[in-house]
């Protein structure tokens, strides 16, 4: 590479930022030295081959803008460790062989256009080589008003004073930026070592700069997995107004967002504790205590904003309510924590990770106020105030910021030792920021000089974007052994350390290492401690968890604060607001996240299934029974009279019913089940009231016809019965196909309630299909119940008329009782056809206990009164009315050679 190349300064920004510079030194010629303030410099000058440019926050802004007191030391110990590697890199004769490194530091006072007022020193026009706009090369650039000697300095003062091939700062990220837009223009690589704005990682932007600190989005990222681990997701954030806080609070909002964290109030602080009264905290704590289940509070500022909130705190009272998470603007400060210790124990706080230098702490008590004040002017400010002591009135004339006059003279013995004196957690950075202005130095060297030692023409003048392109690729150890090299942004790695602040034992207090993040979070919560006398931490949660099986509803639109509802009966939780329901066959899972298949069983003999089936096979039993004694005994006058063909079609109706019961648990159910179980019970019904609605029907025409003449009823001989019986049967054998056509029976899962499986049963068991199966026969059984009560009135000697309306009677009561049974069990299943075969059987038996019980009796156990008598009617007890002569002879009709109907008194 060609440090000689010419580059082009066409660009308009580059011809109006230069004109600025001139102008910038002019007038600050025309008032005065710009390295004095008050008759003393304000500036670190170390003179070397090479020099490095340095912007420290010694001091805090001012309300006029100015510079104030003087800031926490961590700042001064920063400009310290820059002096203190420079002296060790020089020292070393074969690390930079032949030139040495120098350093031109100014304090910037926290301040942005003071920080850009420094800045301009470094590129400043009026004695300084400055690139050529032209030619692109640095040419001496001397006033044409200077005619002393001492305005005509010489040139190894200008290379060595002013020509600045890079810069180690600014602290903070507001300050960075300013100072970033003024050297990129001048190609003029910055290392910063503080400012972690997420901003300066755009290299479009700032392709000049780089830190040896991570961007805020991971310090963003490292807070917000803290959140998760301890699942706290209620939280109120205060931060600065600056770039930085504003930067690191919109990360947080972003990430916190996806983890499902709610920040209940977000709160702003003035930059760097800067003018606001003590009304604007007061202001702040009272909206943070309106929200008092948000306990975790990020405190996303720079240190100088800790104490004014921390003392509002306090004077609100309750000290003990809050859980600090710390930014790594304050963390581990102890600035931040003095006289504020009870309100921050408990703190949480993050720091990029870095260790001690080694010799820094010896370095720093080797120091004299009045021989290092030369090199750093500020050195006894910070003695004064960190002693609390005075070091004469002569050296307090010099300062910026003289001490109090009644302060104690400071003892001449008085060193920095590790009793009063604590090196900042946060120096490697400033450490490593002026290490990879070395090591690239040493790269350039080595590639463009060779064995040569001292700078050689062809790093003569050194080219800013050379310097850059070095640093962008420079891997080196830092001064702890660690490998240290920027990434694609120019960022330095994203490793932290996790601080918890507390309290060892009564009264004392200090930051204590709990974990890290190194691509993952790392925490050991066995050192972690809330408070002395409550150990754990609490929650910071709007609303506890629902339980399993309930959805939230959002109050108030805050996704964090909700009521809990349950889910209804077989439905499971879609997504945290919203229950859906399970299909059928499926149940919610124990966590409610889902649907799980029910197991699937069959129908089992229970112990009701047990009292049905024994009822049923003593019903088949007694059916066949009675059958065998009427065929046996068919041509008695008993049965005779008791329309002998008839009988047997009710028989065999009931026999069917009877045998339905078992089809019920025949298992695995197939549609052939399920249409033989529909068919064969409406068929039994069927021929059961068939039979019974012809026999009623016969009785009723024959008495009613005979009250008016002596004409025989049509359709009232056995074989017509038959044929009646068999189309009543038929139709309802068509109604059954019929049905099934429309609606194919099959099995059927239900859910069994409590016993989360499902049973496969047949479909027909309720609703239309089972309402159409039974239609007809119910037709038929209201139908018999109506000819039952017509024939009511008959003489007494025919009782089968009575027994018929018995039989009804009870038939209704039995059917009727078994609708509100029928709609109770109508969702379960086994109640269901437990119930429906009690009525089948029921039914049958009352068929078999009226119609049938009486004439078997008479056949077996009083054979003398199934005979006919003597005129034909029998009578045992005295007739009730007079039949007409043309009733009883149209009696003759009952059977198809005898008048049976004379007989039915025998029965009585």
């Keep these: 590479m060609d440090l000689h190349a010419t580059v082009p300064y066409m660009n308009m920004n580059k011809h109006i930022a230069l004109w600025y510079v001139l102008l910038w030194g002019v007038s600050i010629n025309s008032s005065g030295n710009i390295m004095e303030v008050n008759g003393t410099t304000n500036s670190v000058l170390i003179h070397g081959d090479v020099m490095l440019g340095g912007l420290f926050q010694i001091h805090r802004s001012s309300d006029d803008d100015t510079c104030g007191s003087l800031s926490p030391q961590a700042h001064l110990q920063a400009l310290e460790t820059m002096v203190f590697v420079v002296d060790k890199i020089n020292q070393n004769n074969t690390f930079l062989p032949g030139f040495d490194l120098g350093v031109l530091a100014f304090d910037d006072c926290s301040q942005e256009a003071y920080s850009l007022e420094q800045a301009v020193h470094f590129v400043d026009g009026s004695s300084l080589f400055i690139d050529n706009m032209d030619k692109g090369e640095r040419q001496d650039v001397i006033c044409s008003n200077a005619t002393t000697e001492t305005d005509q300095l010489s040139e190894k003062q200008r290379n060595t004073v002013y020509s600045v091939a890079g810069v180690v700062g600014a602290a903070a990220s507001v300050n960075s930026i300013q100072v970033a837009n003024l050297l990129k223009l001048f190609k003029i690589p910055q290392i910063s070592y503080w400012s972690t704005s997420p901003d300066l990682s755009n290299k479009d932007r700032y392709p000049y700069f780089f830190r040896t600190v991570p961007p805020d989005h991971h310090q963003a990222e490292v807070m917000v997995e803290l959140l998760v681990h301890f699942n706290w997701t209620y939280i109120t954030v205060i931060h600065e107004n600056s770039n930085y806080g504003i930067r690191g609070m919109e990360e947080l909002h972003r990430l916190a967002r996806e983890k499902g964290i709610c920040i209940a109030a977000t709160e702003t602080l003035p930059r760097d504790g800067g003018p606001r009264g003590d009304d604007e905290y007061d202001g702040i704590v009272r909206r943070l205590y309106r929200r008092p289940k948000a306990r975790v509070v990020i405190l996303w500022t720079g240190e100088n904003n800790i104490p004014p909130l921390l003392q509002a705190i306090k004077k609100a009272g309750d000290i003990n309510k809050h859980i600090f998470i710390g930014s790594d603007g304050w963390s581990g400060r102890r600035y931040s924590t003095a006289h504020n210790e009870r309100i921050l124990e408990g703190a949480i706080t993050i720091q990029p990770m870095a260790d001690p230098i080694k010799e820094f702490d010896h370095y720093m008590a080797e120091l004299r106020p009045e021989e290092h004040a030369i090199t750093n002017p500020w050195f006894n400010e ?65 590639d463009f000089c060779g064995h040569v030692r001292g700078l050689c023409q062809a790093m ?105 509802v349950p889910c209804a009966k077989n439905q499971y939780l879609k997504n945290e607001t919203t229950c859906a329901d399970c299909e059928v066959g499926y149940m919610p899972t124990e966590n409610y996240t889902g649907c799980k298949k029910l197991r699937t069983v069959y129908l089992e003999v229970d112990n009701i299934a047990i009292v ?101 009823p049509d359709f009232i001989s056995p074989v017509s019965q038959l044929i009646i019986t ?153 007739p009730t009315m007079v039949m007409s002569h043309s009733a009883i002879s149209n009696a003759d009709y009952f059977s198809d050679t005898e008048a049976v109907a004379r007989d039915m008194t025998s029965i009585s």
């Design 382 to 446: 910070f003695w004064e105030n960190h002693f609390n002591c005075s070091l004469g009135q002569e050296v307090n004339d010099r300062m910026v910021h003289p001490s109090p006059r009644t302060m104690e003279p400071c003892d001449p013995d008085m060193r920095l030792t590790r009793q009063n004196f604590k090196q900042d957690g946060q120096l490697q950075f400033v450490a490593t920021a002026v290490l990879a202005f070395a090591h690239a130095l040493n790269n350039i060297h080595r």
């Design 460 to 564: 003569k003048p050194l080219q800013g974007h050379t310097l850059q392109a070095y640093l962008r690729n420079v891997t080196f150890q830092d001064m702890n052994g660690g490998t240290f090299s920027f990434d694609g942004n120019g960022d330095g790695p994203p490793r932290y350390r996790i601080l918890n602040y507390r309290q060892n034992t009564l009264g004392h207090y200090n930051y204590v290492k709990v974990g890290e993040f190194d691509k993952k979070l790392s925490i050991d919560e066995d050192k972690m401690q809330f408070r002395l006398d409550e150990p754990s931490y609490p929650e910071s949660v709007c609303s506890a968890e629902c339980a399993h099986g309930e959805r939230k509803i959002n109050k108030n639109g805050d996704t964090c604060c909700w009521v809990c």
């Design 612 to 712: 049905t089936f024994t009822f049923a096979i003593f019903g088949i039993s007694v059916t066949s029974f009675i059958a065998v004694v009427l065929v046996r005994n068919r041509s008695t006058p008993v049965v005779k009279a008791s329309s002998r063909e008839l009988c047997f079609p009710l028989l065999m109706g009931v026999f069917i019913c009877y045998c339905s019961t078992f089809l019920y648990y025949v298992t695995p159910p197939t549609g052939v089940v399920c249409g033989i179980q529909l068919f064969v019970m409406g068929l039994g019904f069927a021929l059961c009231y068939s039979a019974i609605l012809v026999k009623t029907n016969r009785v009723h025409r024959i008495f009613h016809a005979g009250r008016s003449t002596a004409k025989r």
């Design 726 to 878: 068999g189309i009543l049967a038929g139709i309802q054998t068509i109604l059954s196909f019929v049905n099934m056509v429309a609606s194919p029976p099959g099995p059927q899962s239900f859910v069994v309630p409590g016993e989360n499986v499902i049973l496969v049963a047949c479909g027909n068991l309720s609703g239309k299909s089972l309402l159409l199966g039974m239609a007809f026969p119910l037709l038929l059984v209201i139908m018999c119940t109506i000819y039952a009560l017509l024939t009511r009135k008959i003489p007494s000697q025919y009782s089968e008329a009575k027994l018929i309306g018995l039989t009804m009677y009870t038939t209704c009561i039995i059917w009727l009782a078994m609708v509100p049974v029928y709609v109770v069990t109508a969702s379960r299943v086994r109640p269901l056809i437990s119930t429906i075969n009690v009525a089948i059987c029921l039914s049958c038996s009352v068929c078999l206990a009226c119609l049938f019980v009486p004439r078997v009796y008479i056949i077996l156990w009083r054979p003398e009164r199934n005979v006919k008598s003597a005129n034909g009617l029998r009578s045992h007890a005295r």
